[in-house]
């Protein structure tokens, strides 16, 4: 009957419908992936190009573990300058050993950059050294001393020497006589200073005295011997 016939074809257009929509989506979810080609015209082949990307790596940073100046202490003289410190920091192969130095009391000394000492004032003070790398510290201790001046008197007929012109506190300073012992006779050597007279003592025909703290002048008190005649 008609009504048959257009039943079947309906079902007929609703069948291929379906099958059409089924290849279209798989069509549409297929993918592909090319590689790079290159063709060379004279032989007519083709070459496919690989791209390959390299991943850096960095080194890993070893940091600071302790840093130590060599020297234990300094004494230096008022304007006398030290030879530069010696600074160690490990490990060896640390990533940044830079270091910076520091003095604790600027008005008795200072350092350099490079560790240079300089005194300025009699005084104690240090010198410290710290690490940029994790703030490690070591300190040497800085005694700075002053230099008392060691002067002659004029004495007729005595020449007067010294082993130093000037030495800091205590420190054993010799005197030295030359004259005529025929002529001549020594008495009291001293030491004369704005505070004090320190008398010398002797060894053999040496003198000598301990520095103290302040300036002196050698002096020497002589008579002359008599002669008789007859």
Not at 59 to 84: M, Q, R, W
Not at 191 to 217: C, Q, R
């Amino acid at each position: 009957s008609t009504n048959s016939f257009i039943i079947s074809l309906i079902f007929l257009l609703l069948s291929l419908l379906s099958a059409g929509l089924v290849l279209a989506s798989c069509g549409n979810s297929s993918s592909s992936s090319s590689t790079p080609t290159t063709s060379d015209s004279s032989t007519g082949t083709s070459t496919t190009e690989t791209t390959t990307t390299e991943t850096s790596t960095t080194d890993p940073v070893v940091h600071v573990e302790s840093v130590d100046i060599t020297e234990t202490s300094l004494e230096l003289k008022e304007g006398a300058s030290s030879d530069p410190l010696t600074v160690t920091v490990l490990p060896e192969n640390a990533t940044d050993k830079t270091y910076t130095f520091s003095v604790g009391d600027a008005s008795i000394a200072t350092v350099s950059e490079d560790g240079v000492v300089t005194a300025l004032k009699a005084g104690t003070t240090y010198v410290a050294v710290t690490t940029t790398d994790g703030n490690h510290t070591d300190r040497v201790d800085v005694n700075v001393y002053h230099e008392y001046k060691v002067t002659t008197a004029e004495v007729a007929g005595v020449t007067i020497t010294t082993s130093v012109s000037s030495a800091k506190v205590g420190t054993k300073v010799d005197v030295t006589l030359t004259y005529d012992k025929t002529a001549l006779t020594v008495g009291t050597v001293t030491a004369v200073g704005a505070e004090n007279t320190i008398t010398l003592g002797t060894s053999g025909d040496a003198y000598y005295f301990y520095m103290p703290n302040y300036d002196v002048e050698i002096n020497v008190a002589t008579s002359p011997i008599l002669t008789k005649y007859a």
